[in-house]
Nanobody
Framework: QVQLVESGGGLVQPGGSLRLSCAVSGIIFSIYTMDWYRQAPGKQRELVASITSGGSTNYVDSVKGRFTISRDGAKNTMYLQMNSLKPEDTAVYYC?????????WGQGTQVTVSS
């Protein structure tokens, strides 16, 4: 059974930082590309960042230079370090893996950037 559990969200002021975590179980974590998505109120879910099994990363333009995706195979955990946060980063953040023909999602963690 594949399970993804996000944590680390919260309320932060503009310019602040948060680190999200995604604990993964039920798959051989190290061999799959992992993704972070986010969904703001009234908007479609968007892909924020991806990391391959080899550690190659990609980011949506709006977060380049501010967010860093990483993974720890020993802990079966993926991270999203978010710096210089802006109000427009406010959203529910989800981790995702595509495995055996299915998309698996965590429950999401709320990030709110507000003064």
């Amino acid at each position: 059974q594949v399970q993804l559990v996000e944590s680390g969200g919260g309320l932060v002021q503009p310019g602040g930082s948060l680190r999200l975590s995604c604990a993964v179980s039920g798959i051989i974590f190290s061999i799959y590309t992992m993704d972070w998505y986010r969904q703001a109120p009234g908007k479609q879910r968007e892909l924020v960042a991806s990391i391959t099994s080899g550690g190659s990363t990609n980011y949506v333009d709006s977060v380049k230079g501010r967010f860093t995706i990483s993974r720890d195979g020993a802990k079966n955990t993926m991270y999203l370090q978010m710096n210089s946060l802006k109000p427009e980063d406010t959203a529910v953040y989800y981790c995702n893996v595509y495995f055996a023909g299915f998309d698996y999602w965590g429950q999401g963690t709320q990030v709110t950037v507000s003064s």
